[in-house]
């Protein structure tokens, strides 16, 4: 692959390499103050706190820079709005204000419900925390926003606190910012004090047993005993690494690994994705040569809503591996 014009001074690049290393800030300051303990989204916990608090930053940002593109996210602001949820809102109000010291409370719920947007021809996709489990357990986790233009992702941004050098997991690191542009590749620099960019590509791993297998950390978002059967079918011989969030997808355009996998949970057959848990990371990966597909071989389609609803299950590869991979899992899958 030729070294590629990457120009990250475009106000889309610009925009979001600063929206996603604030919120990611954000998110770990959170993380180094309220993690004391097992919790639940359902709680006052660090997740609730956290999601609410990047995604009002990264909206706020947003309608200061492109007033006029819509945001589809995770979270809205209803459970803040009620009486009981005083003390969250106050909290998740006092950590925006650290970025954005005039916020009011009122203000802090309307930033976060303009991520109720279906989309349309231009608008972002936002994850404000992904991997919120990896985020409680002291693992990996990681913002992730993305711009899709007329059902095609064109910018990803990462920001992967747990990553060094963009794809090597370090969680006591000064973290990584991975950005990809259609066309310009995919890049990384550090989270802390963003410069420098590193091109990252995927691996040059031509044979199957010779691929590592990237994927969750948590059983029940995939089928293990598939991804065994499939790993012992195809001769590999690294166990699979396990791992939270779209940090896997950093890794794979790193060069970290090989192959990803998100198969369907028997649990949860007719499970699909939403679009926030894919937007980034895909093109993170096409940029740095790699190959995203569903399990069947098709395209991720992004036009379809908030779900990836033409899609099922997800297989990433550094593109030299994505067929022989295919092959083997309509086997497994069927």
């Not at 999601?51 to 706020?60: G, I, M, R, T």
């Not at 489990?133 to 059902?151: H, N, S, T």
């Not at 420098?196 to 010779?210: G, H, I, K, Y």
């Not at 395209?299 to 990836?308: M, T, V």
Request: negative net charge.
């Amino acid at each position: 692959m030729d070294k590629l014009e990457f120009n990250p001074k475009t106000k889309e690049l610009d925009f979001a390499i600063r929206a996603v290393q604030r919120a990611a800030l954000l998110i770990r300051q959170v993380q180094e103050e309220m993690v004391s303990g097992p919790m639940t989204k359902k709680d006052l916990s660090p997740v609730t706190v956290g999601d609410l608090a990047s995604q009002a930053l990264v909206s706020n940002m947003l309608a200061d820079t492109f007033p006029s593109d819509n945001l589809v996210a995770e979270e809205d602001s209803e459970d803040l709005r009620k009486p009981e949820g005083k003390e969250s809102l106050e909290r998740v109000t006092g950590y925006v204000r650290r970025f954005l010291p005039q916020a009011e409370e009122r203000e802090v719920c309307e930033w976060i419900d303009r991520g109720q947007s279906e989309g349309g021809d231009r608008f972002w996709v936002l994850d404000p925390i992904d991997g919120t489990k990896g985020y409680l357990r002291g693992g990996q986790y990681a913002v992730a926003l993305a711009l899709i233009v007329e059902g095609e992702v064109q910018v990803g941004v990462l920001g992967c606190p747990g990553l060094v050098d963009g794809f090597k997991p370090d969680v006591n690191g000064s973290g990584s910012i991975v950005v990809a542009a259609r066309g310009q590749g995919t890049w990384t620099t550090s989270l802390k004090d963003p410069g420098e960019f590193q091109q990252l590509r995927v691996s040059s791993v031509s044979r199957t047993e010779d691929a590592r297998l990237l994927r969750s950390l948590e059983d029940s978002h995939t089928d293990p005993t598939a991804i065994q059967t499939l790993a012992d079918s195809l001769h590999i011989q690294a166990e699979p690494v396990r791992m939270d969030s779209q940090a896997k997808y950093a890794v794979l355009a790193g060069g970290g690994g090989e192959a990803m996998l998100r198969l369907l949970s028997p649990s949860k057959p007719d499970y699909r994705e939403k679009i926030w848990d894919q937007a980034a990371g895909s093109i993170v990966i096409e940029e740095a040569g790699g190959c995203v597909t569903d399990l069947f071989g098709k395209g991720l389609d992004f036009k379809q809503g908030r779900l990836l609803l033409e899609n099922s299950g997800i297989l990433a590869t550094n593109n030299l591996l994505h067929n022989r991979f295919l092959e083997a899992l309509q086997k497994v899958v069927n």
